[in-house]
């Protein structure tokens, strides 16, 4: 079975072109217009989890910080990779999809290619989950990992004077 990605974004045509974009590399993708529509979809299809979230900032109905808040309180969602994927584009915007629990924040317009180097990056990474004895697993592989693309991380830096 292939790996599911679901692409929340209310825009049809960065749906279809990020859907296009996966599926010629043998993801298995869904697409949803809003986050209520995605949040009803995950709760009913138990055991149907996907691997990563491709969430928009801007959606009708509930915004992107909300969606993400509450795929995070999901059991079956919490450890879930989520890419923001936003117009906005200023560092207050990615510090605050940082802190509301996404791996990564990419901005619009994209490539298509660093779509498909995140999405690889992030499927490729060890997810921790917890064992019934209280101990920590890895979930993936590491010997499996190859080298992370350059997902420019968030520096904060204190400013003086």
């Known amino acids: 079975m292939h790996q599911l990605i679901l692409i929340i974004d209310d825009s049809v045509c960065v749906r279809k072109i990020v859907e296009t974009t996966l599926r010629r590399e043998g993801y298995a993708t869904m697409g949803f217009a809003d986050g209520e529509s995605a949040l009803r979809w995950l709760a009913s299809e138990q055991e149907?989890?996907?691997?990563l979230i491709i969430l928009d900032v801007t959606l009708p109905?509930?915004?992107?910080y909300t969606v993400l808040s509450c795929l995070r309180k999901r059991a079956a969602t919490a450890q879930t990779?989520?890419?923001?994927l936003s117009r906005h584009s200023g560092l207050l915007d990615r510090?605050?999809?940082r802190l509301a629990g996404a791996c990564v924040y990419l901005t619009k317009p994209?490539?298509?290619?660093t779509?498909?180097?995140?999405?690889?990056?992030?499927?490729?990474q060890p997810v921790v989950a917890p064992v019934a004895s209280g101990t920590?697993?890895?979930t993936r592989s590491l010997a499996s990992t190859p080298a992370r693309p350059s997902v420019r991380p968030i520096?904060?830096?204190r400013m003086e004077g």
């Open 48 to 51: 149907r989890i996907p691997s």
């Open 81 to 84: 990779p989520v890419v923001m």
């Open 95 to 97: 510090l605050k999809g």
């Open 110 to 113: 994209f490539r298509q290619q």
């Open 136 to 138: 920590m697993r890895l």
């Open 155 to 157: 520096l904060l830096q």
């Open 61 to 64: 109905k509930m915004d992107g």
């Open 115 to 124: 779509i498909l180097e995140v999405v690889r990056a992030q499927m490729a």
